[in-house]
């Protein structure tokens, strides 16, 4: 026999299968979301671990090179003093070599014009700088001028100067003595012969005997 609803309520079966219906729908959305959440998590997770990574190794690769950068700068320090110590030594015994040969070329140059003058000594030579003061005597005048000509026509001597020169009469014996200046020249700034010049000052009047 057909029963029927005079009521218009919804029978309880149906209700219960639609609420079933509902939370199954939303026990369905939440897992999804969950998923999409847990997937979306997991990306990005790998994706940072993997860019962290690269970074550390890079970092670990930097910092290999700046320790050998380092050590080669290091390296290159150490190479730096050895060659400026190498160059201070040349130096000292560059400078020592020309004082041992300044004074051996001098007293060599002065020998030398000595030698091609008779009748000539010289009493006394004095340094100041490259400038050399000279005091000697002669027994006769033209000795004095020809080791002026001598200092005059050498490499190692210029400007020369003849300052005074006076007649001395000593224990019955005359000669004449006299002072002059003149600029010493190293060998590696010489140049040629006959190059110089001279300045004689005038000869003062002799003394009677």
């Not at 110590?85 to 560059?94: A, G, H």
């Not at 070329?105 to 000539?120: H, I, S, W, Y």
């Not at 001028?145 to 200092?151: D, R």
Request: glycine share 6%; charged share 20%.
């Amino acid at each position: 026999m057909m029963k029927i609803n005079l009521l218009g309520q919804e029978a309880p079966e149906l209700k219960f299968a639609v609420a079933s219906s509902t939370s199954a729908q939303q026990v369905l959305v939440f897992v999804v979301a969950l998923a999409v959440s847990m997937s979306t998590v997991g990306f990005v997770y790998y994706y940072w671990s993997h860019q962290i990574s690269q970074a550390q190794a890079a970092l670990r690769r930097e910092q290999i090179r700046q320790k050998e950068l380092a050590s080669v700068r290091t390296q290159n320090q150490e190479y730096q003093k050895q060659l400026k110590t190498l160059e201070e030594r040349i130096q000292t015994i560059q400078m020592l070599q020309a004082k041992r040969q300044g004074p051996v070329d001098l007293m060599e140059g002065l020998g030398a014009t000595v030698n091609q003058t008779q009748d000539l000594y010289l009493l006394q030579v004095t340094p100041e700088g490259n400038v050399l003061h000279i005091r000697g005597e002669a027994n006769r005048v033209p000795a004095i001028a020809q080791f002026i000509k001598a200092l005059t026509s050498s490499q190692r001597f210029a400007d020369v100067k003849l300052r005074q020169y006076y007649q001395d009469n000593q224990n019955g014996r005359t000669n004449f003595k006299f002072n002059l200046d003149c600029a010493y020249v190293s060998p590696e700034k010489a140049k040629p012969a006959g190059g110089g010049k001279s300045t004689m000052a005038a000869r003062p009047p002799e003394r009677g005997r």
